[in-house]
T-cell receptor, first 114, second 113 residues
Framework: GQQLNQSPQSMFIQEGEDVSMNCTSS?????WLWYKQDPGEGPVLLIA?????ELTSNGRLTAQFGITRKDSFLNISASIPSDVGIYFC??????????????FGQGTRLTINP | KAGVTQTPRYLIKTRGQQVTLSCSPI?????VSWYQQTPGQGLQFLFE???????NKGNFPGRFSGRQFSNSRSEMNVSTLELGDSALYLC????????????FGEGSWLTVV
């Protein structure tokens, strides 16, 4: 199925470091969403981006909607142990009569060494 | 405000059986969609329901079906289960308005043996 190209696939960092991950696509999206998923749980929404070029922050998280609408990045500053998990980008596709579906990246697994 | 609620959380079924999963969306959310998550394929869209009508469908065989009730609660059914159907099934809900966002439940873990 259609997927976004998310990188890196995994990251091993020290506590306190900054983290950056991104997603690219050959398709244009009108909305980008970033989710975090902990083991055995569903994805939790972190940030939603609605306009090309939009830069949005949520605490230590910052995300941007690429100007071409084909990419997005997520930055985490000063990482802490609870940031461990899998991060997913998702692009929202709109169809006829209001239909919508999310297309997901493959995920970035973040591991933090204390 | 309660989030998206899915039941059951865990279940084990045998090949050939069928399974029904349930989802209660966030209050006020009328759109419900379902996703399958597996290690190999990642998160894949199954279908979306709005006002008791299927509005969008992913590339899954006809064994996968769903429905939505007048109170926006939704169920999905998988018939004639195969080993490859083992996955985390996620339900998501959203409010019908511009700029809306999509919220997920904790998922139902299905193991087919």
């Amino acid at each position: 199925g259609q997927q976004l190209n998310q990188s890196p696939q995994s990251m091993f960092i020290q506590e306190g470091e900054d983290v950056s991950m991104n997603c690219t696509s050959s398709s244009i999206f009108n909305t980008w969403l970033w989710y975090k998923q902990d083991p055995g749980e569903g994805p939790v929404l972190l940030i939603a981006l609605y306009k090309a070029g939009e830069l949005t922050s949520n605490g230590r998280l910052t995300a941007q909607f690429g100007i071409t609408r084909k990419d997005s990045f997520l930055n985490i500053s000063a990482s802490i142990p609870s940031d461990v998990g899998i991060y997913f980008c998702a692009g929202l596709l709109r169809g006829i009569q209001g239909a919508q579906k999310l297309v997901f990246g493959q995920g970035t697994r973040l591991t933090i060494n204390p | 405000k309660a989030g998206v609620t899915q039941t059951p959380r865990y279940l084990i079924k045998t090949r050939g059986q069928q399974v029904t999963l349930s989802c209660s969306p966030i209050s006020g959310h009328r759109s419900v969609s379902w996703y399958q998550q597996t290690p190999g394929q990642g998160l894949q869209f199954l279908f979306e329901y709005f006002s008791e009508t299927q509005r969008n469908k992913g590339n899954f065989p006809g064994r996968f079906s769903g429905r939505q009730f007048s109170n926006s609660r939704s169920e999905m059914n998988v018939s004639t289960l195969e080993l490859g159907d083992s996955a985390l099934y996620l339900c998501a809900s959203r409010r019908e308005s511009s700029g809306n966002t999509i919220y997920f439940g904790e998922g139902s873990w299905l193991t087919v043996v």
